[in-house]
T-cell receptor, first 116, second 116 residues
Framework: DAKTTQPPSMDCAEGRAANLPCNHS???????VYWYRQIHSQGPQYIIH???NNETNEMASLIITEDRKSSTLILPHATLRDTAVYYC?????????????????FGQGTILTVHP | GAVVSQHPSWVICKSGTSVKIECRSL??????MFWYRQFPKQSLMLMAT?????????EQGVEKDKFLINHASLTLSTLTVTSAHPEDSSFYIC????????????FGQGTRLTVV
C-alpha cells in the first residue's frame, strides 16, 4: 500500500475550520484515500473516503488534488470534541463476489488539538 | 454507521493464562475482519486478517500459534492470546466491513489487556 505523510500535530481554534493535509505521492490508480480518527482509548472512527473526486458528508469534506498525490481533510467548524489523532490511509482494494476487500495500514497520523 | 462490538472492554489476567476477545458485527455480515494491536502512544499495527470459514492470514512477525484467530460465522471473530505474558499487554482492536463495493471499515471499541 502507498505510504502517507502527515504532520505530527496541528492546532485549531474552536469554531474555525481545521484543514489536515496528507501526502500520498506514490498512490496508484486503484487505491482509495480513507480518513479515520481516534479519540484516546477508543477504536478508530470512520470519517470519509474518496478516489479522485472531492467528497463531503455530515462530518467533513475531502479534497483530493487532480494528480491524487495529496489530499486535505476539512472539518468545517471544529469543536473541542474533534480533538483526536487523524489518520490518512490509502488502501488498495480488490473485488470478489461483488464485495471490495482491502486492509488498512495505519501511519502515525496527525494529533489535532482544538482549543477554546 | 454500522456497529462492531468487542468483548470484553478490558481484562486483567495472570501471566501464563489465555484470554479470548470477541468481535461481533451487530447489524451486518462480515466475510473479513481485521485484528490490530496498539501500544501506548503508538499507531495501530495490523496483526491478521480473519476470513470466515478459513484460516487467518497473519502479518509478518505475528506468531500465529500465540494469537489464535477463529472466524466461525459471518458476525463473529475471536482472538485468543495464548500463554499471555506482560509484554502482550496492549490495546486490541478489531474491524469489519459490510459486504459491497468500496465500503468503509468499522472498528470495535477495543479491548485493553493487562497481563500481570
Amino acid at each position: 500500500d502507498a505510504k502517507t505523510t502527515q504532520p505530527p500535530s496541528m492546532d485549531c481554534a474552536e469554531g474555525r475550520a481545521a484543514n489536515l493535509p496528507c501526502n500520498h505521492s506514490t498512490i496508484s490508480g486503484n487505491e482509495y484515500v480513507y480518513w479515520y480518527r481516534q479519540i484516546h482509548s477508543q477504536g478508530p472512527q470512520y470519517i470519509i473516503h474518496g478516489l479522485k473526486n472531492n467528497e463531503t458528508n455530515e462530518m467533513a469534506s475531502l479534497i483530493i488534488t487532480e494528480d491524487r498525490k495529496s489530499s486535505t481533510l476539512i472539518l468545517p467548524h471544529a469543536t473541542l470534541r474533534d480533538t483526536a489523532v487523524y489518520y490518512c490511509i490509502v488502501r488498495v482494494e480488490w473485488e470478489w463476489g461483488g464485495t471490495s476487500y482491502g486492509k488498512l495500514t495505519f501511519g502515525q497520523g496527525t494529533i489535532l488539538t482544538v482549543h477554546p | 454507521g454500522a456497529v462492531v462490538s468487542q468483548h470484553p472492554s478490558w481484562v486483567i489476567c495472570k501471566s501464563g493464562t489465555s484470554v479470548k476477545i470477541e468481535c461481533r458485527s451487530l447489524d451486518f455480515q462480515a466475510t473479513t475482519m481485521f485484528w490490530y494491536r496498539q501500544f501506548p502512544k503508538q499507531s495501530l499495527m495490523l496483526m491478521a486478517t480473519s476470513n470466515e470459514g478459513s484460516k487467518a492470514t497473519y502479518e509478518q512477525g505475528v506468531e500465529k500459534d500465540k494469537f489464535l484467530i477463529n472466524h466461525a460465522s459471518l458476525t463473529l471473530s475471536t482472538l485468543t492470546v495464548t500463554s499471555a505474558h506482560p509484554e502482550d499487554s496492549s490495546f486490541y482492536i478489531c474491524s469489519a466491513s459490510r459486504q459491497g463495493r468500496h465500503t468503509e471499515a468499522f472498528f470495535g471499541q477495543g479491548t485493553r489487556l493487562t497481563v500481570v
